[in-house]
């Protein structure tokens, strides 16, 4: 149950040779400075860059490769984005109902779902409510719900508290490792918080050096 990238990520003239394995319910914390690919990487893995050469393997499925192309939305991959993006109309169940509902769910299941998602991140009293009316730790708190709500595959978090302010980070952090110890997902991490991949990452790889450090 491994996920295997292997090969060179690229985006416009910028290229990387990438060599990552991560096991299922293994966090694998990515870093380097800023320009080193570490975004890259993960929109690679979720289907929104192709790959330059090589290839992305999961439990022998060739996800992206010569010859073969996963599209994102059948590869079970979940990104949760420096900035968080709900949707600003719906209110916060229907924003993490969404998953469920986009997957075949009923709606009675998928709002079932999600409410036990939000509860999960202490979010269950403001269903009801809308993004615009909620603090940042609070919509970040929902975009995690979301995430985890449909059970992905692979996890792809990219500085997933950058728009958290830090009195509010803590505490997220502590909401996401918790969910991550409950989740069997492949799950890469970028963050410039030494904080973020000490408290949630059990290696940790740096883009342009080829070990892996684990704790």
Known sequence: MTLIVRGTVG?????????LAVEAGEVLGIIGPNGAGKSTVLHTVAGIERMVSGSIVIDGEVLDGPGAF?????????VVFQDIRLFPHMDVLANVAYGPRS???????????ARAA???????????????????GERQRVALARAFVTNPRI?????????????????????LKNLLAGSTAHALV??????DIE????????LGVSEKFTD
Do not use: I, N
Request: glycine share 8%; hydrophobic share 40%; proline share 6%.
């Open 11 to 19: 985006r416009g003239d910028f290229h990387r040779d990438v060599d």
């Open 103 to 113: 997957h075949g769910a009923p709606r009675a299941e998928a709002a079932e779902r």
């Open 190 to 195: 970028v963050s410039h918080d030494q904080a």
């Open 70 to 78: 996963v599209v994102p939305e059948l590869r079970r991959a979940v």
């Open 155 to 175: 996890l792809l978090l990219d500085e997933p508290f950058a728009a958290v302010d830090t009195d509010s980070r803590p505490g997220l952090r502590e909401v």
């Open 199 to 206: 408290d949630l990452c059990g290696s940790v790889v740096v």
């Open 118 to 136: 939000l509860a999960s991140v202490g979010m269950g009293a403001m269903a009801d409510r809308h993004p615009a009316s909620l603090s940042g």
